[in-house]
């Protein structure tokens, strides 16, 4: 998709202020700093539309950026940092499940994790969740510029073997927002589950 316009449109902690104009929705998790703010503006082509995190952590709220009139990037915010009490975690993990079980225009959820990295725990948790939910994940291992593409495959197959990966509902990309390697497969599983 050849983006031109983008705008936040809402920033919601309840149902009551989603969008409602029933344009298909696809979520973007991951914990803080995995690179989503970096993902989320080499889609669109923009370099600042999505600030890039100074205070990791911060943002409670589901940002809703529309794009194109054609579809919605739910911007849900970062798991695994340290730095909240367990009431906002309880806080962000029910506004969390809310939305991502009962919104019946979310099409599928991509997933961030660092390519360099085996997954968290946080991340095998919110990957087993969504498929015990039937939610189409794509797993998308970012920072992929800061290791070998002859390191690439052993990558792979470390974080599908940890997250204990399900071919038959997922897919994965690595992806990074350096080379934009990666952009167009991950722009092709989007607009495979908005039926663009
Ligand atoms: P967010 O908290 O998940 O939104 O993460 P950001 O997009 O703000 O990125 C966190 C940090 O990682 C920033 O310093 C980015 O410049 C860096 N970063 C993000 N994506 C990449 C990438 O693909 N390659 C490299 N080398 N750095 C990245």
């Known amino acids: 998709m050849d983006v031109h316009n983008v705008a936040l449109t809402i920033s919601a902690v309840r149902p009551a202020q989603y969008p409602s104009d029933a344009l298909p929705e696809i979520a973007l998790v991951g914990r803080s700093n995995v690179g989503k ?21 911060k943002t409670q709220t589901l940002n809703f950026y529309k794009v ?5 990037f739910v911007d849900v915010p970062g798991y695994g940092y340290a730095k909240v009490s367990q009431r906002e975690r309880e806080k962000w ?42 939610i189409p994940v794509l797993v998308v291992a970012t920072k992929a510029d800061k290791i ?21 509902s997922s897919s994965f990309s690595m992806f990074s927002s350096m080379t934009k390697a990666g952009k167009d497969q991950v722009w092709q599983w989007i607009e495979a589950h908005i039926g663009a």
Do not use: C
């Open 37 to 57: 703010s970096s993902l989320t503006n080499t889609l669109i082509q923009r370099k600042a539309y999505a600030r890039t995190s100074a205070q990791p952590g």
């Open 93 to 134: 993990g029910q506004m969390i499940e809310t939305y991502l079980t009962q919104r019946e225009t979310l099409r599928g959820v991509i997933q961030l994790v660092d390519a360099r990295h085996a997954p968290s725990e946080d991340d095998i948790t919110m990957y087993n969740w969504l498929q015990y939910f039937d």
């Open 148 to 168: 070998a593409r002859g390191k690439w495959n052993q990558a792979e197959a470390l974080i599908k073997r940890e997250l204990e990966f399900n071919p038959g």
């Open 68 to 72: 194109e009139d054609a579809l919605y």
